[in-house]
């Protein structure tokens, strides 16, 4: 909740050079050192960069892989796949767990709001009930750096969440 509430008051990110193809690799190798049992699937072409602040970046990239893993349950893999087009730099974490239902999907990025009990395993990424927060603090990260996040429930169950990230070839709001 701390972080959260730094983010809010927060008017600009640090920014240096984040190498986003590097930064992703860490989080997937993490992911599966953690979840042994789970497959997870990274599509990454070498050097994807962007400016922004490395911590932030990477706990909002963090945030959205734990939360696949913790309620996708065993529907299958998770896919992680970097691109870029002319202006962004594009993460998409895709699941094939239950989604989310159509009248909390609007809502899965407000601070302290958890989805209907059907996505939800027992278990939030930190072992626990989720509390609402981390997805928030990505979508703030996100909007911090210009960038935004949005989800989409996926034809044939899943949920996918895509963060984008300027590359700096266009303005920012």
């Given amino acids: 909740i701390m972080t959260l509430a730094r983010l809010r008051t927060q008017k600009e990110p640090v920014r240096e ?29 070498d050097r994807q960069e962007v400016s922004g602040d490395t911590r932030g970046i990477a706990s909002a990239v963090e945030n ?30 895709r699941d094939r767990g239950p989604g989310v239902s159509p009248e909390d999907l609007p809502r899965i990025f407000e601070p302290l709001y958890r989805a209907d009990e059907s996505r939800d395993h027992g278990a939030s990424p930190a072992g626990g009930p989720g ?13 911090l750096h210009g960038g ?13 969440v895509i963060l984008r990230l300027p590359t700096g070839n266009r303005d920012r709001p």
């Avoid at 734990?66 to 998409?92: K, M, Q």
């Avoid at 609402?132 to 996100?142: E, N, S, W, Y």
């Avoid at 996040?149 to 169950?157: D, I, P, S």
Wanted: hydrophobic share 45%.
């Fill in 17 to 45: 050079p984040v190498r986003m193809d590097v930064m992703i690799r860490g989080i997937v190798d993490d992911a599966r050192y953690e979840h042994p049992e789970a497959t997870v699937n990274l599509y990454c072409p």
């Fill in 64 to 93: 959205v892989v734990r939360n696949a893993l913790a309620y996708a349950g065993d529907a299958g893999p998770i896919d992680v796949a970097v691109s870029a087009d002319a202006d962004d730099v594009v993460v998409t974490v």
């Fill in 131 to 143: 509390q609402g927060i981390g997805l928030a603090i990505t979508a703030r990260v996100m909007e």
């Fill in 148 to 160: 935004v996040a949005t989800a989409e429930n996926r034809a044939g169950g899943g949920l996918k």
